[in-house]
């Protein structure tokens, strides 16, 4: 049983450096507690670091007992997952200074980022259902944490609803233990194609519900916009993109190496559920006039496009780089348009971002950078990411789907206008007493998040060429 610590370096500096900060933020007075802030920030760069290592040296290996996977995967899903907590953090720091429970939002997010980095590197049941909660319980904590009317009301929905799909997904997990005897991926992909059909489809579908609620896809995302809605808007950031980083590529590698030989036709599931996500989540987002019940909107619509990359996941060798890629962009672009709605705190509605280019055109520049990226406009990362998971769509047999997006696709444009045509009205009515901004740290990381969707539409191919490699069994 190989039990080698240093494969486990981010996800130990994450839990290690929540209890360090824990403890250290209990003794310091409420001025000082940036300090934990910056232990979080180190250790994600220390994770950052041992990452790119670890890829470096091609140390691909299991550890306990095979449990938890250091492949391609895992490494690329790390970065995402490291860099997006670095914006995060950014994005953060205005928001919660001198907050008398400063300490414990930093906690959290750490917490739930070490959570999501188990999902990711999962390689069976209970490791898969370990990282579901680490990652959850610390995410409701935080949808709750200005403790005002709203954010109270979002957490209960969002706890509830978590609570019953996470009892599905245990009772899932319980049904495809008894049908393949084991719980590892390896023995269950041996198992299964001799098991039970009608126990493996009950089984795959709880584990799957709890993994849909994750990722907020069809039917589990009712928590999505009131969760967006409600939360903080660094919170509502998080829980609109770190969850489904790790949700998607745990079920990628369940559906790739437990369920290749079954008989059960996950392909279509997927496949239609992926349909109706990303049709639902844009027919939702057309009238919105919140900014962030319209982005968490958005983030259902983009969670259907990536849901086609897993819908494919045996059937084309394009699957696994289009979604890595996918989800690196779709991050960095989503992250880049909650920072300006945290910069600016005022700015609720559509209409209060009249005027913006002229007030503050830096942040104008964004917004127009980052929602036309999610539409999937070049030369952002987004765009390159649509194409190729559209191209592993086609590819696997799926071309009515891939129809279907970028049908979807062009009706986002719509809703994604309605935001950014107001940025550019001149009237005097301009709603200039909404652009007051909350501080610079929410502006920086707006402009780095900006300048990565660029750069990764710029330099796409050497990204997908990293992103391109095996999962191990």
Same mark, same amino acid.
């Given at each position: 049983?190989?039990? $080698? /610590?240093?494969?486990?370096?981010?996800?130990?500096?994450?839990?290690?450096?929540?209890?360090?900060?824990? @403890?250290?933020?209990?003794?310091?007075?409420?001025?000082?507690?940036?300090? #934990? &802030?910056?232990?979080?920030?180190?250790?994600?760069?220390?994770?950052?670091?041992?990452?790119?290592?670890?890829? %470096?040296?091609?140390?691909?290996?299991?550890?306990?007992?095979?449990?938890?996977?250091?492949?391609?995967? +895992?490494?690329?899903?790390?970065?995402?997952?490291?860099?997006?907590? /670095?914006?995060?953090?950014?994005?953060?720091?205005?928001?919660?200074?001198?907050?008398?429970?400063?300490?414990?939002?930093?906690?959290?997010?750490?917490?739930?980022?070490?959570?999501?980095?188990?999902?990711?590197?999962? $390689?069976?049941?209970?490791?898969?259902?370990?990282?579901?909660?680490? *990652?959850? @319980?610390?995410?409701? %904590?935080?949808?709750?944490? =200005?403790?005002?009317?709203?954010?109270?009301?979002?957490?209960?929905?969002?706890?509830?609803?978590? *609570?019953?799909?996470?009892?599905?997904?245990?009772?899932?997990?319980?049904?495809?233990?008894?049908?393949?005897?084991?719980?590892?991926?390896?023995?269950?992909?041996?198992?299964?194609?001799?098991?039970?059909?009608?126990?493996?489809?009950?089984?795959?579908?709880?584990? @799957?519900?709890?993994?849909?609620?994750?990722?907020?896809?069809?039917?589990?995302?009712?928590?999505?916009?009131?969760?967006?809605?409600?939360?903080? =808007?660094?919170?509502?950031?998080?829980?609109? +993109?770190?969850?489904?980083?790790?949700?998607?590529? =745990?079920?990628?590698?369940?559906?790739?190496?437990?369920?290749?030989?079954?008989?059960? $036709?996950?392909?279509?599931?997927?496949?239609?559920?992926? *349909?109706?996500?990303?049709?639902?989540?844009?027919?939702?987002?057309?009238?919105?006039?919140?900014?962030?019940?319209?982005?968490?909107?958005?983030?259902?619509?983009?969670?259907?496009?990536?849901?086609?990359?897993?819908?494919?996941?045996?059937?084309?060798? /394009?699957?696994?780089?289009?979604? @890595?890629?996918?989800?690196? %962009?779709?991050?960095?672009?989503?992250?880049?348009?909650?920072?300006?709605?945290?910069?600016?705190?005022?700015?609720?509605?559509? %209409?209060?971002?009249?005027?913006?280019?002229?007030?503050?055109?830096?942040?104008?520049?964004?917004?127009?950078?980052?929602?036309?990226?999610?539409?999937?406009?070049?030369?952002?990362?987004?765009?390159?990411?649509?194409?190729?998971?559209?191209?592993?769509?086609?590819?696997?047999?799926?071309?009515?789907?891939?129809?279907?997006? #970028?049908?979807?696709?062009?009706?986002?444009?719509?809703?994604?206008?309605?935001?950014?045509?107001?940025?550019?009205?001149?009237?005097?009515?301009?709603?200039?007493?909404?652009?007051?901004?909350?501080?610079?740290?929410?502006?920086? +990381?707006?402009? &780095? &998040?900006?300048?990565?969707?660029?750069?990764?539409?710029?330099?796409?191919?050497? #990204?997908?060429?990293?992103?391109?490699?095996?999962?191990?069994?």
């Amino acid at each position: 049983m190989n039990q $080698n /610590l240093t494969a486990l370096i981010p996800e130990i500096a994450l839990l290690g450096a929540a209890v360090i900060g824990l @403890l250290t933020g209990s003794w310091l007075p409420r001025r000082r507690q940036w300090i #934990v &802030a910056a232990l979080a920030a180190t250790a994600c760069t220390a994770g950052l670091t041992a990452t790119a290592v670890t890829m %470096a040296t091609d140390r691909e290996q299991t550890v306990f007992s095979a449990s938890f996977a250091v492949d391609t995967a +895992t490494d690329i899903g790390r970065l995402i997952v490291l860099a997006a907590l /670095l914006l995060i953090i950014g994005m953060s720091v205005e928001t919660v200074r001198n907050h008398r429970r400063e300490t414990e939002y930093w906690v959290l997010l750490l917490m739930s980022g070490g959570g999501t980095l188990a999902m990711i590197g999962a $390689n069976d049941l209970l490791m898969l259902f370990a990282g579901y909660l680490l *990652a959850g @319980l610390p995410a409701y %904590a935080l949808t709750a944490f =200005a403790k005002d009317a709203r954010g109270t009301e979002a957490a209960l929905k969002y706890y509830l609803l978590g *609570a019953l799909l996470g009892t599905t997904m245990l009772a899932g997990t319980a049904l495809l233990y008894g049908a393949g005897h084991a719980t590892d991926y390896a023995g269950l992909s041996k198992a299964l194609p001799d098991a039970s059909y009608g126990l493996v489809a009950v089984g795959l579908v709880g584990v @799957l519900a709890g993994l849909f609620f994750k990722i907020g896809a069809v039917p589990a995302h009712f928590w999505v916009p009131d969760v967006g809605d409600g939360a903080l =808007a660094p919170v509502a950031a998080y829980v609109t +993109t770190l969850p489904k980083i790790g949700g998607l590529i =745990a079920a990628y590698r369940l559906l790739h190496q437990a369920l290749a030989g079954s008989d059960v $036709n996950w392909p279509l599931l997927l496949a239609i559920v992926a *349909a109706a996500t990303m049709t639902l989540g844009n027919l939702a987002a057309f009238f919105q006039t919140s900014v962030k019940r319209l982005l968490a909107y958005s983030t259902v619509s983009q969670v259907g496009y990536l849901l086609m990359a897993p819908a494919v996941a045996t059937r084309s060798e /394009l699957a696994q780089k289009s979604l @890595l890629f996918y989800l690196a %962009a779709y991050t960095v672009t989503n992250l880049g348009a909650f920072a300006v709605v945290t910069e600016l705190p005022r700015a609720r509605l559509l %209409a209060d971002y009249r005027g913006l280019a002229r007030s503050r055109p830096g942040l104008a520049a964004v917004l127009v950078v980052c929602l036309l990226g999610l539409v999937g406009t070049p030369p952002t990362g987004v765009f390159l990411g649509k194409l190729e998971v559209f191209s592993a769509s086609v590819d696997g047999g799926h071309t009515w789907l891939a129809a279907l997006a #970028v049908a979807n696709t062009v009706a986002s444009l719509f809703y994604y206008l309605r935001w950014l045509g107001p940025l550019f009205v001149t009237t005097d009515a301009a709603p200039a007493a909404a652009h007051a901004v909350l501080g610079r740290s929410a502006a920086v +990381t707006a402009y &780095a &998040a900006a300048a990565l969707s660029l750069a990764l539409g710029i330099a796409g191919q050497a #990204v997908l060429t990293l992103a391109d490699g095996p999962l191990l069994p």
